[in-house]
């Protein structure tokens, strides 16, 4: 009896032995496996993170589609969506959107609108610029601006420092309406006007400002309707 308890006892050892070494080689098995499972979503996730990390400003309000173009690629902004340095922001006749950066600037785009972030850093050394391809947008301007700022055109560059001010790009020309503040808009031709508050300029294909006049009633709250969202 004794030998066979001691034999059974063997058996049992071995037995437990077994087990453990399978457990134990199972447990590492799936502990490799969500390792390598994470490293790969986390190699995954870098570019998006490093990606956020270089946005510039969100979308604070949106009516309609818009799309935003980078290296050629479109995607879909949306409340709360990033933008980035080289953007081109792209709205439809039924759309608008605006933008707060990361400094405080509002970017209010209108509809029927094409607009490049050519060159947004706040805080460097040369001025920040957007390329009004086609169509109008507000800009409320950050005092961080101490550089200046440009808002260029095919026809004109209107050049401000903490201003409030609408620009309008067209095909005859374009169009710079200061609500506050004071915009200095150079034509391609080589003249520049001064605009102060509730005074604008027109300036044609020609790249010739018009001589600032006061806006009427009428043209203002055209200009600055189709650049606000409710």
């Given at each position: 009896?004794?030998?066979?308890?001691?034999?059974?006892?063997?058996?049992?050892?071995?037995?437990?032995?077994?087990?453990?070494?399978?457990?134990?080689?199972?447990?590492?098995?799936?502990?490799?496996?969500?390792?390598?499972?994470?490293?790969?979503?986390?190699?995954?996730?870098?570019?998006?993170?490093?990606?956020?990390?270089?946005?510039?400003?969100?979308?604070?309000?949106?009516?309609?589609?818009?799309?935003?173009?980078?290296?050629?690629?479109?995607?879909?902004?949306?409340?709360?969506?990033?933008?980035?340095?080289?953007?081109?922001?792209?709205?439809?006749?039924?759309?608008?959107?605006?933008?707060?950066f990361s400094d405080g600037t509002l970017l209010s785009?209108?509809?029927?609108?094409?607009?490049?972030?050519?060159?947004?850093?706040?805080?460097?050394?040369?001025?920040?610029?957007?390329?009004?391809?086609?169509?109008?947008?507000?800009?409320?301007?950050?005092?961080?601006?101490?550089?200046?700022?440009?808002?260029?055109?095919?026809?004109?560059?209107?050049?401000?420092?903490?201003?409030?001010?609408?620009?309008?790009?067209?095909?005859?020309?374009?169009?710079?309406?200061?609500?506050?503040?004071?915009?200095?808009?150079?034509?391609?031709?080589?003249?520049?006007?001064?605009l102060g508050p509730g005074s604008g300029t027109d300036?044609?294909?020609?790249?010739?400002?018009?001589?600032?006049?006061?806006?009427?009633?009428?043209?203002?709250?055209?200009?600055?309707?189709?650049?606000?969202?409710?």
């Amino acid at each position: 009896m004794r030998r066979l308890w001691n034999c059974g006892s063997c058996k049992v050892a071995e037995m437990q032995r077994l087990f453990h070494g399978m457990f134990s080689y199972r447990f590492r098995r799936l502990t490799q496996v969500a390792a390598s499972a994470f490293w790969l979503f986390f190699a995954a996730a870098l570019p998006a993170l490093a990606q956020e990390a270089d946005s510039v400003g969100q979308v604070v309000r949106q009516q309609g589609p818009v799309t935003a173009l980078r290296a050629s690629l479109p995607r879909s902004l949306y409340l709360g969506a990033s933008v980035f340095p080289g953007d081109r922001i792209v709205t439809t006749s039924a759309a608008k959107v605006e933008i707060e950066f990361s400094d405080g600037t509002l970017l209010s785009v209108g509809s029927d609108t094409d607009v490049e972030l050519s060159d947004y850093t706040p805080g460097s050394r040369k001025p920040g610029a957007l390329s009004l391809l086609l169509g109008i947008i507000r800009t409320k301007l950050s005092i961080l601006w101490t550089i200046g700022f440009e808002v260029r055109t095919r026809a004109a560059i209107a050049s401000v420092r903490a201003t409030d001010w609408v620009t309008e790009a067209r095909d005859d020309g374009t169009a710079v309406f200061v609500v506050d503040g004071k915009v200095a808009v150079t034509g391609t031709a080589g003249a520049t006007v001064v605009l102060g508050p509730g005074s604008g300029t027109d300036v044609g294909v020609d790249g010739v400002p018009a001589p600032p006049k006061t806006w009427n009633s009428t043209r203002v709250d055209d200009v600055l309707g189709r650049t606000r969202l409710p």
